[in-house]
């Protein structure tokens, strides 16, 4: 009984060993080559899979998820024999595992010493200014290399990304310089622009308003000129009546047209700011006669007593100057 028993046990666990040499569990996102004798036969795809238990056994376990790769940083001189520090990073996907698995010995150092050299390769054609400003540039010419020469290897480069370009000290300060004199450049610049263009407003400005002082000083010599016309007018419109009246034997007008000249004459010499007294040049009663023919010449005309032509022949005789003031008597209605 106890060697059946120690053969149940023997059976059972060979049959435990080969259910777990058959039966293989993959990973999700994990390829496996299964090799019989040594040589590649079939991949693994995630999941439950079976193998022939001692013929058949696992080769190369590859990870077809996108993995990141960091470049050393290295230091390269660009075409005008400038030096650059520069390193990068890279995104590849393994898409054929038995290539990944045979067709390259270490696959991430290969990759790694494909992007040194091409970064090499590509920044050393480039002056420091182009290596500087076209970033992008560099990382499509990069990937583009670097994925084609990889295709053999199963993999697929989607992407590489320069992350730091260090040019020596000296030449930063130079391009900070730079940078400052360009920046001072820029600024006296608009300075000037806006000076100018505050210049050519305030021409603009000063070229409207003597234009409106212009039309200002125009509309008012326009003005001035018409009430000069329509004074002189008016004025020869009255000599013309006086003289009409004059030629119908009408001394009256006359006498009030002279006596109105008189008096505004004696205004005008007797309302000059700078007098301090005013000498008459005649008699006081000259112009006293003149205010009694005025005065004589009203009554007659509110009155009633001459005719429109100014004679009746009944007219009594002017009176003689006194050198009194004459009473002024309003006629009663």
Known sequence: MSAELYFVFAVVFLAIITIFAGVKSVPQGREWTVERFGRFTRVLKPGLNLITPFFDRIGRKLSVMEEVLEIPSQSVITRDNAMVTADAIAFFQVVDAPKAAYEVGNLEQGIENLCLTNVRTVIGAMDLDEVLSKRDEINQRL??????????????????EIKDLSPPKDITEAMARQMKAERLRRAAVLEADGEKQA???????????????????????????????????????????????????????????????????????????????????????????????????????????????????????????????????????
């Open 143 to 160: 990937l583009r290399v670097v994925d084609l020469a990889t295709q053999p290897w199963g993999v697929k480069v989607t992407r590489i």
């Open 199 to 333: 210049a050519v407003l305030r021409a603009e400005g000063a070229k409207q308003s003597a234009i409106l002082q212009a039309e200002g000083r125009r509309e008012a010599a326009f003005r001035d000129a018409e009430a000069r016309e329509r004074a002189a007018q008016a004025e020869a419109k009255a000599t013309q009546m006086v003289s009409e009246a004059i030629a119908a034997g009408n001394v009256n007008a006359l006498n009030y047209f002279l006596g109105q000249k008189y008096i505004e004459a004696f205004s005008d010499l007797a309302s000059a700011p700078n007098q301090k007294f005013v000498v008459l040049p005649m008699e006081a009663s000259g112009l006293l006669g003149s205010l009694a023919g005025i005065g004589e010449m009203m009554r007659n005309g509110i009155g009633g007593g001459g005719s429109a032509g100014g004679g009746d022949g009944n007219r009594p005789p002017p009176r003689e100057s006194t050198g009194t003031v004459p009473h002024f008597i309003p006629p009663q209605s």
